[in-house]
């Protein structure tokens, strides 16, 4: 019998060894392929830089989502900030000949774009060429690809060229059947986030605000694509309104491509125009690559650091958004860093609590008392997300930054009618007047709609008291274009909400300026995780069903979910904007 035990505990041993074995192995091949070979890269003459299909552009090293639970994406991120130095250092570059932009479906926001666009065409300035080639071309990427020369389409191939639009979900006749209550308070008429539990269609107001920021981005981009392919203005409004660019020979016909080829025949006649014999090989580099050929270039001295700030801001600790108390520590690093002599704050963030914004810009107007603090915007910077530029000594939006939505709202579900009509029924036993002033099942009561009214009110005060602070405008002033309302890039530079239009590199050297920097280089923060510290979050950072939902749902669809079911997000007063608007 003894033995008998010590074979079963020899084996059970075993297999846990062999288990624990393969887990590492697992790890390690997971580590070792997500490196990629771009570290290797050596830049050949005759090179081509390629924005292709597997280009990743992000904002903020926050926004990389290598995970266990993505280990299957095979796009390569690649930072904003990282693809215009790119860009410009190929410029100069003697083994650079030309750009070649080759993605279909490119993953990037609007002002990303527009930041790339600009580069390449100071880039063109160097007489280098650069092409384009699509097969079935999103309107973004059409957005991009139009700057180059000449624009190659498959013969099979479309451009999906329609201008903007949106589309607003309501959900008050549902929440009517189905027995869901839901109490909302708001300031601002303009304050559109809450509106699909209120109504069955688009307010005045919303309408307004929306027509206006659409019109202004479209207006934007659809007169730089025009006047990059030579198109008449008024004709390329009617190609966008006939949708011409569907059908490949129509896109030919109205400019919208120059010739219909093939890939193999587009690789081909770059190797003529690099003067390359038949067998020899094209050497494309891709961003990621060229980036990486560099990467380990001297660094040391004075620095300009640039604090990444992207996504919905929330209380506690957190990699993947704005988490108050990550952030409150990132700041406080960087005051105490002498080597940094001043911060650029990247914002890209539709808002989230109010609370967690109050910290972070607290802590940034300590930071602003030691070094210069200027901020840049990205495709966002609305509610929350302008609230924590407000310690800033200058601020540089993108014209197409959705920006302002200076508002506050909270939104408190409740499921009595639901509940009662499935026979669920509840009674209170409490201590205080108002101890059980919120219940699920019976909503809030009217002392508590009335408390909430307040602290809602009070945070749009101290909202608006901030920026007439950073702004140096009057409450009232501020009030006539808060509300709620958001404003494109162009529109707030207008109405005074921010200093310039300006791209980052426009802060960083304003930042620099401002220093009295002669000689700096940027860093970043917050830092990149490792491969290996990306893999293992997932099993740290969150409960692993909710990054399995998360991942198959998407994003968006999670953040809705959240908004149900998390009973802290539930709570909070919050500064956010309801809506996202992509060229796509």
Known sequence: MRSFFKNVLANIVAIVLL?????????????????????????????????????????????????????SDKSKSVMLYDVLEAIKKAKTDDHIKGISIEADDLHAGITQI???????????????????????????????????????????????????????????????????????????????????????????ENKEQLGTLLNDIWKNTSTKMAVSRKIDTAQFRMVVDSLYGMIPELGLKYKLADKLIQKTEYDQMIKSKLSLKEKEKLNKVSLAGYISSYADEDKSGEKVAVLYASGGINNGDGYNEIYSEKYMKYIKDLQDD??????????????????????????????????????????????????IAMAADKIYSEPNTLTGSIGVFGVIPY???????????????????????????????????????????????????FVTQN???????????????????????????????????????????????????????PKRMSPFEQIFKDLNEEDISARIIKNKIGKANYEILQQITDEKLQSEVKMEMPYQVKIN
Not at 354 to 380: M, R
Request: proline residues 3%.
């Open 19 to 71: 288990c624990a074995l393969f887990f590492v192995f697992f790890i390690m091949m997971l580590v070792f392929s997500s490196m990629g070979n771009d570290k290797s890269v050596v830049v050949k003459n005759n090179s081509v830089l390629t924005i292709n299909l597997k280009t990743n552009i992000i904002d903020s090293p926050t926004e990389e989502e290598m995970g266990l639970f993505n280990i």
């Open 114 to 204: 527009d930041d790339i666009r600009n580069a390449i065409e100071d880039f063109k300035k160097s007489g280098k060429f650069v092409y384009a080639y699509g097969n079935a071309v999103s309107q973004a990427s059409y957005y991009l690809g139009s700057v180059a020369d000449k624009y190659y389409l498959n013969p099979s191939g479309m451009i999906e060229l329609k201008g903007l639009a949106t589309e607003v979900t309501f959900f008050k006749d549902f929440a009517d059947k189905y027995g869901i209550g839901l109490e909302v308070i708001r300031h601002g008429k303009f304050k559109s986030a809450v509106e699909p539990f209120l109504r069955n269609d688009i307010s005045p």
């Open 338 to 387: 002498d080597k940094v002599k001043a911060v650029v704050f990247r914002i890209n963030s539709p808002g989230g609590s109010a609370n967690a914004s109050d910290e972070i810009l607290f802590e940034l107007q300590q930071l602003k008392k030691k070094k210069p603090l200027v901020v840049s915007f990205g495709d966002y910077a609305a509610s929350g997300g302008y609230y």
């Open 415 to 465: 499921y009595k009618d639901i509940a009662n009509k499935n026979g669920i029924r509840s009674d209170i036993v409490a201590t205080n007047a108002n101890s059980q002033y919120y219940s699920p099942l019976n909503g809030v009561t009217p002392y508590g709609v009335n408390l909430i009214t307040r602290s809602v009110e009070g945070t749009y005060k101290r909202f608006v008291h």
């Open 471 to 525: 702004r140096k405008q009057t409450f009232e002033q501020i009030d006539s274009v808060g509300g709620g309302r958001v404003w494109s890039g162009i529109r707030a530079k207008e109405v005074g909400l921010v200093d310039e239009l300006g791209t980052l590199n426009d802060a960083v050297k304003f930042a620099a300026q401002k220093a009295g920097l002669k000689s700096y280089h940027v860093s970043s923060y």
